[in-house]
């Protein structure tokens, strides 16, 4: 008997199938916003931030030009400037590091775990010094279970 070879290509992530699905109302609402030319806040942010709100179940929600400045921004609302550490992982977007050095904050990096790809609990714990106010972990492709299960940290999260 003949063997046949098939080879099947599946994408490793196909975000145009994601788009295709809600692609008539993404273009309705782009139509809105140039026809009015309103591009700095006006109606359409006002109710992207109503909307955003109540499906998080909270009272307000403040759009941002993008994810550093969100960064940024709940970096300083845990009060951390100069002279404070803030533990982190180089194997991320580089917007984590932005975002500390941005509030004037000094990054500490720790390796990660080979088995997750997540910043290692066991090298967190060891970064810690008096001057570290938080830890700023970035999740890798999703794998955060086991990191979550297996950290019992004597120090706050960054909350974001
Ligand atoms: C892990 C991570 N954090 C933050 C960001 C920030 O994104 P933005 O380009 O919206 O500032 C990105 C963007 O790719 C990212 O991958």
């Not at 692609?23 to 955003?52: C, N």
């Not at 994810?67 to 609302?77: D, E, N, W």
């Amino acid at each position: 008997m003949r063997e046949v070879a098939t080879r099947i290509n599946v994408p490793f992530l196909d975000l145009s199938e994601q788009h295709r699905r809600i692609a008539p109302a993404i273009k309705a609402a782009i139509d809105e916003v140039i026809s009015r030319s309103q591009f700095i806040l006006g109606p359409a942010v006002e109710q992207f931030e109503k909307a955003f709100a109540e499906y998080n179940g909270v009272d307000h929600c403040v759009a941002l030009n993008n994810g550093t400045t969100a960064l940024q921004l709940a970096l300083h609302a845990c009060d951390i400037g100069p002279g404070d550490e803030v533990i982190t992982t180089p194997h991320t977007w580089i917007s984590t590091t932005w975002a500390i050095s941005y509030v004037g904050a000094k990054p500490v990096y720790v390796d990660i775990d080979p088995e997750s790809y997540n910043m290692d609990p066991k090298l967190v714990q060891q970064a810690i010094t008096p001057r570290t106010k938080r830890f700023c972990r970035s999740i890798y492709m999703g794998r955060h279970a086991s990191w979550l299960r297996s950290s019992r940290l004597p120090i706050k999260m960054a909350s974001f």
